[in-house]
């Protein structure tokens, strides 16, 4: 499982504080608390996904927010986990600033999600259609610039591409062919770029939240 993997490289112990962002209806941030012992809360901005989780799991402390307006104090957390949300994000940068900011000083972000293995191949991601979760993927180097001008430094970079040939292979059968998926994932204006030619892959990132760091969109 993805989530224990990218736990084990945290260093995740029992007692620990950990905030799921992007939450969903919780079953990370339910799994964290149950079986690794974390504290843990889950924010998403949905209510009707945290009202599931709280129904399901009371022992995890629930909040509806904003990933990129997070509703704790600077300091709160050991660990932010954010998993398959960073490329969905109207401003990834944004969430990378909020996390830094709720985590201790030498605190650990933990990020799981789709990047593009030979970004050049692609067209720019503002331009494909906004129910695409691939629309804010980029390439590796992109994504570790972000970071670092967010506050962060990356210790761990794991390939998991793998992990995405089962959702593959369910969204090609729910679209016929791996031809019809594509275009689909590539909108109907006919662009002759493919996301396919972009090499879609999955990644496993641990980072740690730098003592007094600032960002760069935080700097006079």
Do not use: N
Not at 159 to 177: C, Q, V
Request: proline residues 6%; contains cysteine.
């Amino acid at each position: 499982m993805l989530t224990d993997e990218l736990a084990a490289e945290c260093g995740l112990t029992p007692g620990m504080y950990v905030l799921d962002l992007a939450c969903g209806v919780g079953s990370t941030a339910s799994h964290l608390a149950r079986d690794w012992g974390a504290v843990v809360a889950g924010l998403d901005d949905s209510p009707r996904f945290i009202e599931e989780a709280d129904a399901h799991d009371p022992e995890v402390t629930w909040v509806v927010g904003r990933a990129d307006a997070i509703p704790f104090q600077d300091g709160s957390f050991d660990l932010v986990v954010c998993e398959c949300f960073l490329s969905m994000a109207d401003d990834p940068a944004g969430v990378l600033r909020e996390a830094w900011r709720v985590l201790r000083p030498g605190g650990r972000l933990a990020l799981s999600d789709v990047y593009l293995r030979e970004p050049g191949a692609a067209r720019a991601p503002d331009e494909l259609p906004p129910t695409t979760c691939l629309r804010g993927a980029q390439g590796r180097e992109a994504t570790l610039a972000l970071l670092e001008r967010t506050g962060f430094a990356v210790r761990t970079w794991l390939d998991r591409s793998e992990a995405l040939k089962t959702l593959f292979a369910s969204l090609i059968m729910a679209y016929g062919s791996a031809a019809a998926f594509w275009a689909a994932a590539a909108g109907s204006d006919g662009a002759p770029t493919s996301l396919a030619d972009a090499k879609p892959g999955y990644y496993l990132l641990v980072a740690e939240a730098l003592p007094g760091a600032a960002s760069e969109e935080e700097m006079p």
